[in-house]
């Protein structure tokens, strides 16, 4: 089920901003942009997720382009504790989640 | 959002035995789920367990070897039975959050079992 693709693998300098992005180009209009990420030994973790307008929160800036085929998750100021596999899934909502490989960031010093 | 915790954290079983994995959350919710990640791998679904009625699993998982209760709203249990080494994963238990979470997913920490 390749809903979606990642870079296998990001680095980044800590203070930096991480951009990660992924293409979904088979996106349905009723499927939302879901992004999770899974830190060394521990369960996923919500970080954002959008329909078509840019979103922010505390954690994440997500940008979806016009088309809705592509979007990039913005860490704006990675630190070493954002070192993670971040998932980029496209489901409809309630619909369970379905993770591929990811991309696993590394922030380093 | 809500918490949710296992038990055990982990374990190193003996094959041939069975182990029963506790999941309980601290609110309410209709769906729970069940994961499963082999090691290096990414996740993938085992089951879905609704309060009341049998849970359904997905392709290639029955319930012969992951039994699955789902007595209340806030409880379920995995089982993996006659454990073999290739069942050494990490075993998550998942609850949607529902209109009033964004249908954020929430996950707990998860069980790390190794089967010797």
């Known amino acids: 089920d390749a809903k979606t693709t990642q870079p296998p693998s990001m680095d980044c300098a800590e203070g930096r901003a991480a951009n990660l992005p992924c293409n979904h180009s088979?996106?349905?209009?009723?499927?939302?942009v879901y992004w999770y990420r899974q830190i060394h030994s521990q369960g996923p973790q919500y970080i954002i997720h959008?329909?078509?307008n840019n979103e922010t929160n505390e954690m994440a800036s997500l940008i979806i382009t016009e088309d809705r085929k592509s979007s990039t998750l913005i860490l704006p100021h990675a630190t070493l504790r954002d070192t993670a596999v971040y998932y980029c899934?496209?489901?409809?909502?309630?619909?369970?989640?379905?993770f591929g490989r990811g991309t696993s960031l590394i922030v380093h010093p | 959002s809500a918490v949710i915790s296992q038990k055990p954290s982990r374990d190193i079983c003996q094959r041939g035995t069975s182990l029963t994995i506790q999941c309980q959350v601290d609110?309410?919710?209709?769906?729970m789920f069940w994961y499963r990640q082999q090691p290096g791998q990414s996740l993938t679904l085992i089951a879905t367990?609704?309060?009341?009625?049998?849970?359904?699993?997905e392709s290639g998982f029955v319930i012969d070897k992951f039994p699955i209760s789902r007595p209340n709203l806030t409880f379920s249990t995995l089982t993996v039975s006659n454990m073999s080494p290739e069942d050494s994963s990490i075993y998550l238990c998942?609850?949607?959050?529902?209109?009033?979470?964004?249908?954020?997913?929430?996950f707990g920490p998860g069980t790390r079992l190794t089967v010797l």
């Open positions: 088979t996106i349905s209009g009723n499927e939302y």
């Open positions: 609110s309410q919710v209709t769906m």
């Open positions: 998942s609850v949607d959050g529902g209109e009033l979470q964004s249908n954020e997913q929430f």
């Open positions: 367990a609704n309060q009341g009625s049998e849970a359904t699993y």
């Open positions: 899934i496209v489901r409809p909502g309630g619909y369970i989640p379905t």
């Open positions: 959008g329909l078509k």
